[in-house]
C-alpha cells in the first residue's frame, strides 16, 4: 500500500538546522511531484516547499526562502527538505505531500514534529 514517512523533527535551538525525509513506497515516486506542508497549533496548514516529478523546479513559501531547500532522490524514492536558519515561528507539524500532476492522486504522510526554542 501507500506509505509517505517522514523523519528528522525534534527539538532544535533558534538559527539551527534540521534536515527531514520523507520516504515513499507503494506508488511510482519518480512520477509524482512533491510537497512539504507545516502545520502550527491553531492555524491552517500551509505550503513551505514544492519540487516538480524530476526535481528540476522548486517553490518555496516567502516566509522561508533562502533558508530551507527541498530535493527529490528519485532513486531513493525519498524527499529531503533542509532547513537552516530555524526561527521559532517554524514550529510545526511538517507533512510530506504527493501529487501526480495529471490524475491528482494525492497521498499524505503522518508528519514529523519540528519544535524550534531555546
Known amino acids: 500500500q501507500v506509505q509517505l514517512v517522514e523523519s528528522g523533527g525534534g527539538l532544535v535551538q533558534p538559527g539551527g538546522s534540521l534536515r527531514l525525509s520523507c520516504a515513499a513506497s507503494?506508488?511510482?515516486?519518480?512520477?509524482?511531484?512533491m510537497n512539504w506542508y507545516r502545520q502550527a497549533p491553531g492555524k491552517e496548514r500551509e505550503l513551505v516547499a514544492a519540487?516538480?516529478?524530476?526535481?528540476?523546479?522548486?517553490n518555496y513559501a516567502d516566509s522561508v526562502k533562502g533558508r530551507f531547500t527541498i530535493s527529490k532522490d528519485n532513486a531513493k524514492n525519498t524527499v529531503y527538505l533542509q532547513m537552516n536558519s530555524l526561527k521559532p515561528e517554524d514550529t510545526a507539524v511538517y507533512f510530506c505531500n504527493a501529487v501526480h500532476p495529471y490524475t491528482k492522486d494525492a497521498y499524505w504522510g503522518q508528519g514529523t514534529q519540528v519544535t524550534v526554542s531555546s
Open positions: 507503494g506508488f511510482i515516486f519518480s512520477n509524482y511531484a
Open positions: 519540487i516538480t516529478r524530476g526535481g528540476g523546479s522548486t
